[in-house]
């Protein structure tokens, strides 16, 4: 059985990482695009994100800021 404070260690570890991963693809999608790190990938890498983690608002502004500097996709 978890602790109360075990929870909350999770959860601070997972808020760490979705910063982490956020602060990367904000950086990474103002560079020049590159052949392999096309608008594609880096859509897929911010929807990984936005799907895999329970985000706060914040970070859901961030998202949606990135989504939108990417533009619409291509099919």
């Not at 999770?10 to 982490?20: C, K, P, W």
């Not at 904000?26 to 020049?32: F, V």
């Amino acid at each position: 059985m978890e602790s109360k404070g075990s929870r909350q260690a999770q959860r601070f570890n997972a808020l760490h990482v979705v910063e982490a991963e956020l602060e990367h693809l904000d950086w990474a999608t103002r560079q020049p695009t590159v052949r392999m790190l096309n608008t594609g990938y880096w859509r897929r890498r911010v929807l990984a994100i936005k799907c895999g983690y329970e985000l706060t608002h914040q970070q859901g502004v961030r998202i949606e800021q990135i989504l939108q500097r990417l533009g619409d996709p291509v099919d």
